[in-house]
């Protein structure tokens, strides 16, 4: 089965500096490929998707980018506020919605 | 406001109980979701619909049981038998088929004593 891993697991930056997360995947049939944020004792949000006919995409402060080749995508967050603190898991699917472990972000004011 | 609905916030059961929690969307979405996550840990999947009357395991089916007799709900069981039932619950739905966004509940705590 597919196989997911996110880096690091816990990320402390402080406020309007960048933050990246890293997700890496073994199913090379994955064409889908999700960040969700969770807030504490909440449920998770998509706040950024994108699929493998495309390299990156932008929103805003986040963007998304996929390297299809090397089976990994990552999170990236500019001018980070302190609002961004909370827990982002990547899902990459190949049919269904496979979840890394999470990545814990804190943003010190 | 449409939106997913899970209930109740918090619950607690004794040892052996069975227990349901539920799950209603007002989304008009096909496909309903069941994960279970654990303190540091991703979302693991329990169960799956993608359409009425029907419903497929996930990954860590045993001990949990669901049904899908209506469009909006999908309420899951928690058995006696499943081992280490304490933790949190979340339900999801989406648009039939492939690649789409899954929209979540707030979540259930379950703790069993």
């Known amino acids: 089965g597919e196989n997911v891993e996110q880096h690091p697991s816990t990320l402390s930056v402080q406020e309007g500096d960048s933050a990246v997360i890293k997700c890496t995947y073994s199913d090379s049939a994955s064409n889908y490929f999700p960040w969700y944020k969770q807030e504490l004792g909440k449920g998770p949000q998509l706040i950024i998707d994108?699929?493998?006919?495309?390299g990156e995409k932008k929103d805003q402060r986040i963007a998304v980018t996929l390297n299809k080749t090397a089976k990994h995508f990552s999170l990236h967050i500019t001018e980070t506020q302190p609002e961004d603190s909370a827990v982002y898991f990547c899902?990459?699917?190949?049919?269904?919605?496979?979840f890394g472990q999470g990545t814990e972000l804190s943003v010190k004011p | 406001d449409g939106g997913i609905t899970q209930s109740p916030k918090y619950l607690f059961r004794k040892e052996g109980q069975n227990v349901t929690l539920s799950c209603e969307q007002n989304?008009?979405?096909?496909?309903m979701y069941w994960y279970r996550q654990d303190p540091g840990q991703g979302l693991r999947l329990i169960y799956y619909?993608?359409?009425?009357?029907?419903?497929q395991k996930g990954d860590i089916a045993e001990g949990y049981s669901v049904s899908r007799e209506k469009k909006e709900s999908f309420p899951l069981t928690v058995t006696s038998a499943q081992k280490n039932p304490t933790a949190f619950y979340l339900c999801?739905?989406?648009?039939?088929?492939?690649?789409?966004?899954?929209?979540f509940g707030p979540g259930t705590r379950l703790t069993v004593l």
């Open positions: 619909s993608q359409i009425v009357n029907d419903f």
């Open positions: 999801a739905s989406s648009i039939a088929g492939d690649y789409n966004e899954q929209f």
């Open positions: 899902a990459p699917e190949g049919g269904k919605l496979i």
């Open positions: 989304l008009n979405h096909d496909a």
């Open positions: 994108i699929r493998s006919n495309v």
